[in-house]
């Protein structure tokens, strides 16, 4: 009788043992859309993100998954555009990968942005840098990991007043929001110190010689020029700044111009010029020599600002997913909120009342180190300095 | 200032003179509206990239040059021969979808980041012009620009096979029934408007960045000239790109917030006073 009941306990306990495992296997996987600029204009930032998403996915699956779960992604192309990114995104949505990242451009985000409750999904923006994401379009199931146009703008002033001699600067910017937004922040940021703006140039976007504004940059009296293109416009004028001579005669500051793609694609024109800069592969942080060890082992080469966008966005993905215990984007985005997670950056905060990751952000130059030319950071700026802009966001 | 804003409009209004001419010529032989040219460009200066690792630029340039010459003479004949009496809209979406075709097969091979071509050794650096430094290197381009529309006007007016071409591009069949072999005619015609492309690529190699989509972006103002100028005409494009040219920029500093328009203002004025363009129907 005694051992029949001994009997019994074992079987149950052996019961209670599968099940237990049976559950432990059964936890969700974290499945997440990819929308990717893959063709269009945006594909050489989208081929650079994807390598740093898939990195991290790689690097989650090979510790044994985010919390005990396995990480599945699904790549679609946003074609650059954001019908075709609405239009990916809400297939992933729909089919289950609705934990959202990838597009580039901030017209792509914000289009997403706009759908997620009805898809049941949620966002985490990795390289849009409009500030509507984290302002009047700002949303519960929308994030965003990089560094906004504002945050990038806050550190001018402050860079400025420490670094500039000059007096009198010179503005160049892309006809459309981003470059006109920009050159007003910055003029405003001028004039603020007591100095002065004395020429605004606007080139329409898809400008291939910019010969003639190189000519009005150089006559004027400006002692230094602040630049804010994009995508081939940049590359093409990087070239012809420095085949002008312009790049040695004034001093040029970039918006988001000094960045490895750039420097790549240029050869030395863009040697000298001074820029806001996201991040370097020498930052000083545990997880960041961690990480960059890693990718050299993987890559033989450093991680670009791109890469390195792409890898965060997976990260606060899946350190969302870990601190919910669950991959439902509601449950995820409320653990998200507020939250403290381990960035390349450090520890930093996603804001509650915006939804942004709030990070250090950088100027540097561009320089020769050891023999290779590339950003360097010369002033960090801490996260309190960058994330003093107050936002218009109701969440 | 003034100076040195109207010979940048010349350097730019070169490069797309020598593409459009290439287009012209196609045009004018095949009555092709060859949106493949684009491609055919870009192709021009990953050809060029590639060989002048190994050659320098000297050798990049007659690299891409023959290359793509090898590349029209097989899109003539493996293409638009084959395709001569079918209706002109499945040609042109032919060509498009061979724009698509080439764009992928250097994306495939170089991958989507941006490179860069280096000048020539000898025209690196800048002379003094108006008083202020301007590169030599873009100099050059007015020169190579020049050349070709000499070399061009040369063989077209004063050589036989220029008048062949004349003769075919005004009327192809009685051309034809004259003994003129309009098909090997238009394999040689194609070829040289293609090496063209190769050799505009080559030439804005050193300050445009080579990317996949460098080819659609320059054809835009490509049609712009060749839509001016009159298409089939070479006069026209001549004077159409040099107008272009100027309008780009003195447009840039004169009238900032109408620089992106103004072409096609220009362009939609041309099409409804003139709607053959500038030159009309003259070869």
Aim: net charge neutral.
């Amino acid at each position: 009788m005694k051992t029949r009941k001994i009997g019994h306990i074992l079987v149950a306990a052996a019961l209670a043992a599968l099940c237990g495992s049976a559950l432990a296997q059964a936890k969700e996987p974290v499945r997440i859309g990819i929308v990717n600029s893959q063709s269009g204009g945006f594909t050489a930032q989208g081929e650079d993100s994807l390598r740093g998403m898939q990195f991290a996915v790689d690097e989650a699956n090979a510790a044994g998954g985010a919390a005990g779960r396995p990480v599945e992604v699904q790549i679609g192309d946003d074609e650059s555009t954001p019908e075709a990114g609405r239009r990916v995104a809400e297939k992933f949505a729909r089919s289950g990968y609705n934990l959202l990242v990838g597009p580039i451009a901030s017209s792509i985000s914000l289009a997403l942005g706009q759908n997620l409750q009805r898809w049941d999904a949620l966002y985490v923006s990795t390289l849009s840098k409009s500030d509507r994401i984290t302002g009047d379009a700002c949303n519960a199931r929308m994030f965003q990991a990089n560094h906004s146009d504002a945050m990038d703008l806050a550190i001018v002033q402050p860079w400025l007043k420490e670094n500039a001699k000059e007096k009198r600067f010179a503005i160049l910017a892309n006809d459309y929001v981003w470059g006109r937004d920009s050159a007003e922040s910055f003029t405003k940021a001028v004039q603020k110190l007591g100095k002065e703006v004395d020429v605004t140039l606007y080139a329409p976007t898809g400008t291939k010689d910019f010969a003639p504004y190189i000519a009005q940059l150089k006559n004027s009296g400006a002692e230094a020029v602040w630049v804010a293109l994009v995508g081939r416009d940049l590359i093409a004028f990087a070239k012809q700044a420095a085949e002008f001579g312009l790049t040695t005669s004034k001093r040029i500051i970039g918006h988001a111009y000094i960045m490895n793609f750039v420097v790549k694609a240029t050869e030395g024109a863009t040697d000298g010029v001074w820029g806001v800069m996201n991040y370097a592969p020498e930052i000083d942080t545990p997880k960041n020599k961690a990480y960059v060890a890693a990718w050299r082992k993987k890559f033989g080469r450093d991680p670009n600002e791109n890469e390195v966008a792409g890898y965060n966005g997976i990260q606060v993905i899946l350190q969302g997913v870990a601190k919910a215990d669950s991959v439902k984007p509601t449950a995820v985005a409320a653990a998200l909120k507020g939250a403290t997670l381990e960035t390349v950056w450090g520890q930093a905060t996603m804001r509650a009342e915006d939804h942004q990751l709030v990070k250090p952000n950088y100027f540097g130059r561009v320089k020769r180190v050891g023999g290779e030319l590339r950003p360097v950071i010369e002033t960090a700026f801490d996260a309190s300095i960058v994330a003093a802009t107050p936002s218009n966001c109701k969440l | 200032m003034i100076a040195i804003q109207i010979l940048n409009g010349l350097v730019y209004g070169s490069l797309l003179m020598i593409v459009a001419s290439g287009l012209v010529l196609i045009y004018g032989l095949r009555r092709v509206v060859n949106f493949a040219h684009g491609s055919l460009f870009m192709l021009g200066a990953y050809i060029a990239y590639a060989a002048s690792l190994q050659f320098g630029f000297g050798g990049g340039l007659l690299a891409a040059v023959a290359a793509l010459a090898a590349v029209g003479f097989c899109l003539d004949r493996f293409g638009f021969r084959l395709l001569q009496d079918r209706d002109p809209l499945t040609v042109m979406l032919v060509t498009f979808g061979l724009l698509l075709v080439f764009e992928d097969v250097v994306q495939s091979i170089w991958g989507k980041q941006s490179y860069s071509l280096a000048a020539p050794e000898a025209l690196q650096g800048t002379v003094d012009l108006f008083g202020s430094p301007f590169p030599v290197y873009r100099l050059a381009i007015v020169a190579v620009g020049a050349l070709v529309a000499a070399c061009l006007v040369g063989w077209l007016r004063y050589s036989r096979i220029g008048l062949f071409i004349r003769g075919a591009s005004t009327d192809p069949v009685t051309t034809a029934m004259q003994g003129v072999n309009t098909d090997r005619l238009s394999g040689g015609v194609v070829a040289v408007g293609a090496a063209l492309a190769g050799l505009a690529g080559v030439v804005s190699g050193p300050f445009l960045s080579l990317s996949p989509t460098m080819g659609s972006d320059i054809l835009i103002d490509s049609f712009v000239v060749v839509v001016i100028g009159g298409l089939g005409s070479f006069a026209g494009a001549f004077v159409a790109a040099m107008i272009l040219g100027q309008v780009q920029a003195l447009g840039a500093v004169y009238l900032p917030d109408l620089a992106a328009l103004l072409p096609f203002a220009l362009m939609t004025a041309v099409l409804i006073w003139r709607p053959s363009g500038l030159s009309g129907s003259r070869v």
